[in-house]
């Protein structure tokens, strides 16, 4: 590969697990001859200024962590001639499963021997960016839970999950789809650029990174009972052949609800309902397998 490579490193990603790897990473990228540096971040802006930078200097900005950061990086690099690359380093690492990228970050370097290219569109809420679902209504509580809590790896989602769900009471929400308006009452409202989140939940197992369009996932009232009795099915994505799941598509969506709730994406908030969501297609450039 003729460029250099930006190792962006979240150092507290997936409890370390990016660190615990980054030797690994970088003694693949000598023996196959990569440049690179290394730069840690401080926060998310940080990691997006360290994004803008490698774009302006020409180099490859490689994403390492969870999709937090995946997510800054990407919308940095959004209408840029920048390239994203992704080892995924931390818990959930949703969006490297969805481009098909190996789940470990070593395994993950291959993409700088390819060099093969992708455009991939990404989510756009005000001026804020992201790659995979954002969600809010029950997922905003269970979002929350989950960020906050020490249960370890993948586990820490389903552990959110039935922690808000002993606490829920149904909402009503509004979501306009391109124009045509609707309401629900029941439990969340997701709006998919790619298929899954929380460590391998495919809530929208149809979308797809790169066709313009979202996923509008939406979950009406059911027994508490029958939600959880269902959740093993969102691993498998085959919930979506239950009643109470519908799926619209869409390029801009609009949702409002009878209580605040804060919307998130790739894991962390990132605005508060009302809210607009658009899709940006095709507006970065990403190294895949």
Not at 85 to 90: E, K, M
Not at 95 to 118: L, M, W
Not at 162 to 167: E, G, K, Q, T, Y
Not at 173 to 179: M, N, R, S
Request: glycine share 12%; proline share 6%; hydrophobic share 45%.
């Amino acid at each position: 590969m003729d460029r250099n490579v930006a190792l962006i490193v979240n150092p507290v990603a997936g409890g370390g697990r990016g660190l615990r790897m980054l030797p690994g990473v970088e003694r693949w990228l000598r023996v196959h001859g990569v440049a690179y540096h290394v730069e840690r971040t401080r926060d998310i802006e940080h990691a997006r200024e360290l994004a803008r930078r490698a774009a302006a200097d020409g180099e490859v900005a490689a994403a390492f962590g969870g999709d937090g950061i995946v997510g800054a990086v990407a919308g940095a690099l959004a209408g840029t001639d920048g390239i994203l690359a992704v080892l995924p380093g931390g818990r959930g690492n949703d969006f490297a499963r969805a481009a098909g990228i190996p789940k470990s970050p070593v395994a993950a370097c291959t993409v700088f021997e390819s060099a093969r290219e992708r455009r991939i569109d990404i989510g756009a809420v005000g001026e804020r960016r992201f790659v995979g679902i954002a969600s809010c209504g029950f997922d905003s509580d269970a979002n929350r839970i989950a960020n906050a809590t020490r249960v370890p790896g993948e586990a820490a989602y389903a552990y959110a999950a039935i922690r808000a769900l002993a606490s829920w009471k149904p909402a009503t929400f509004g979501v306009e789809i391109d124009g045509v308006a609707n309401s629900h009452t029941g439990y969340s409202v997701a709006v998919a650029n790619g298929p899954a989140y929380g460590g391998g939940m495919f809530l929208a197992p149809d979308a797809q990174l790169d066709d313009g369009l979202f996923d509008v996932v939406t979950i009406a009232g059911v027994s508490k009972f029958r939600l959880l009795s269902q959740l093993p099915k969102v691993f498998k994505g085959t919930h979506v052949r239950n009643p109470e799941i519908e799926i619209r598509r869409g390029r801009e969506v609009r949702i409002e609800a009878d209580r605040p709730f804060t919307l998130y994406a790739d894991g962390d908030p990132i605005g508060e309902l009302p809210a607009t969501v658009r899709t940006l297609p095709g507006a970065v450039r990403m190294l895949v397998p």
